[in-house]
């Protein structure tokens, strides 16, 4: 019997802004840019379930995306534009963007199952690698290497639905940016024009935050920009993997009881809906593998807590880290969960209330990067339920299914706010095959008996 490719491509092309609304143009990186120079890509996948045909796909989606996708660079032109990097220069890094420059979009069509694709349950992470587009880059050049921050790739599955996936660098930005971006794209996709847009949000600003040049230098360092010129490859997710994703929900009644438990047993601690959610799923880690020491960690945005205070709608990375470290011994058990939101909560706090503080300490803590300290269960949470992500509409109707594929680099963990109700979390979680039934089970019974 014949063998059909998984995937097939119907359209490869680059667009731009339209021509002449730009002009040469740079946007520096700051120290909270940094940071991302040499980390894995973000990528994210939107599902829409549409019945269809290959005929609409190329005589109706894709030109109204390509051109909705221009018009929107004209507001958002880093997205068009490269990161160029001086290995050899005591310049620092920068996005680019030069008149012609473009995003790589690819048109596919796809034969894997859209509806085991877009379930909750365990699903091998290889398979969604067909979706998710790569990012392009150039080392030719004598003084600098260049690297595109930002593609896209379009799957059809025929009669089924359409995924939107997409790649950027983070030096880019972070979700925030990301959110604005679809923001706009979606809006001038639904409208046919900016007008909308521009009568309802907020244009990105391209203010930069104050230099810092000690912390410029720590991260530069970190980065090992001198070697970009001949060794920078930007990461690939490929298969074959022994690791699958599955999806969990926490609803706002379980958020409750869990924040209610922790209150009861520490009135003094810092709850929230976010520290109760990623202390539950850290301590089903910890049950799931138990290896000794285990780092949690994730970030805050800091527009409103810098000295001055940033605009809203800042373009770029504007994050610092909160990081909690403790024994397994401690996350499992009878106190597991409590002891693992008591110490997520404690770092936020400390993180909130000192900004400054935590600045100061980064130098000590990427040395413990760099020294292979890191313990080997790190999670890290992508994503917040704060952004609205499952409202991106480009016409089809909210999403069926948002992946974070990204996790998949570190086994860290996606959060979004649900589509049905925005105050239950939707938790993306990448485990070994063979870890997958015992932290299904640990997180269902665990809510049973908490609950």
Not at 92 to 105: K, W
Request: with cysteine; hydrophobic share 40%.
């Amino acid at each position: 019997m014949a063998s059909f490719p998984i995937l097939t491509v119907v359209d490869k092309t680059r667009v731009s802004p339209p021509p002449g609304t730009i002009g040469d143009r740079s946007l520096p990186l700051t120290y909270f840019d940094l940071y991302w120079l040499t980390q894995p890509p973000v990528h994210y996948l939107f599902f829409y379930e549409l019945s269809v045909t290959q005929t609409q796909f190329i005589e109706t989606i894709i030109p109204n995306l390509k051109h909705s996708l221009s018009i929107t660079l004209q507001h958002f032109f880093p997205f068009a534009g490269n990161l160029i990097v001086y290995p050899t220069s005591t310049k620092n890094p920068e996005i680019r963007f030069v008149e012609g420059d473009s995003v790589a979009v690819t048109f596919a069509e796809c034969s894997l199952d859209f509806n085991q694709l877009t379930r909750n349950n365990p699903r091998a992470c290889e398979m969604f690698y067909h979706l998710i587009p790569s990012l392009e880059h150039d080392n030719k050049a004598s003084e600098f290497t260049k690297i595109d921050v930002f593609s896209v790739q379009v799957t059809l599955f025929p009669n089924f639905g359409i995924s939107v996936g997409m790649t950027n660098h983070h030096c880019l930005g972070d979700a925030k940016t990301r959110f604005s971006f679809l923001k706009a794209w979606t809006s001038i996709a639904r409208f046919g024009t900016n007008e909308s847009f521009l009568a309802n949000e907020t244009l990105p600003s391209y203010d930069r935050v104050a230099p810092n040049p000690r912390l410029e230098e720590i991260f530069l360092k970190f980065a090992k920009v001198e070697k970009f010129k001949e060794e920078y490859q930007p990461q690939k997710l490929c298969g074959p993997t022994d690791k699958v994703r599955a999806t969990f929900i926490l609803t706002r009644t379980a958020l409750n009881k869990l924040k209610n438990l922790v209150t009861t047993q520490l009135p003094t601690s810092y709850v929230s809906s976010f520290t109760v959610a990623c202390g539950y799923i850290w301590s089903c880690i910890a049950e799931t593998r138990n290896d000794g020491l285990q780092w949690f960690g994730f970030t805050i945005d800091c527009r409103a807590r810098v000295n001055p205070p940033l605009p809203i709608a800042y373009f770029g990375n504007c994050l610092t880290a909160c990081m909690a470290l403790e024994n397994t011994a401690n996350l499992t058990g009878k106190e597991g969960f409590v002891n693992a939101a008591k110490m997520i909560g404690e770092s936020l706090q400390k993180s909130l209330s000192d900004i400054d503080g935590f600045f100061m300490k980064i130098e000590s803590l990427l040395d413990m990067s760099s020294n292979n300290e890191i313990p080997t269960t790190a999670i890290g949470v992508a994503g917040t339920p704060k952004l609205k992500f499952y409202d991106i509409d480009f016409g089809w109707g909210k999403p069926k299914k948002i992946e974070t594929i990204s996790i998949d680099y570190t086994g860290s963990i996606s959060m979004n706010a649900c589509k049905e109700n925005h105050d239950d979390f939707e938790i993306g979680v990448c485990l070994l095959s063979n870890e997958i039934e015992s932290f299904v089970r640990i997180f269902e019974d665990g809510l049973q008996k908490y609950i």
